[in-house]
């Protein structure tokens, strides 16, 4: 696990958790995964960290829980084509690149490990 530094400062924030006895709140997923982890984090709050912000009337949140539910699961969201994600409104570009790059980091971690075993995941592009 990563250990991410502490918050300098929490200010009026909408969810909350209870750490060390205090109640402790955040805006974004990012707040709860810097005070518990990234591992305490769901599917969709994760996905809201890599999309970072997100636009008029819609936040990161909603947005990756709009992945989420478009098509089900990590495991449905890795090897879509770019255009299944110029279908998510809010997603642009820049945020539809920076999911294909957490995926393909995700896969080429996968590729690793299943090498050790000799197992070929996918055949390499040429």
Do not use: C
């Amino acid at each position: 696990m990563i250990k991410l530094g502490r918050m300098a400062k929490i200010k009026n924030y909408k969810k909350a958790a209870k750490t060390e006895g205090k109640v402790v709140t955040w805006k974004h997923p990012g707040g709860k995964m810097e005070r518990l982890g990234p591992e305490t984090l769901t599917d969709s709050e994760l996905l809201a960290v890599i999309i970072s912000s997100g636009i008029p009337g819609k936040s990161a949140e909603r947005i990756a829980e709009d992945i989420i539910n478009k098509f089900g699961s990590f495991r449905g969201i890795a090897g879509q084509p770019y255009e299944k994600f110029e279908q998510v409104y809010g997603l642009g570009k820049v945020k539809i690149h920076r999911l294909a790059a957490a995926f393909e980091i995700a896969t080429r971690i996968v590729d690793e490990v299943l090498k050790e075993y000799n197992i070929k995941l996918r055949s390499k592009k040429t």
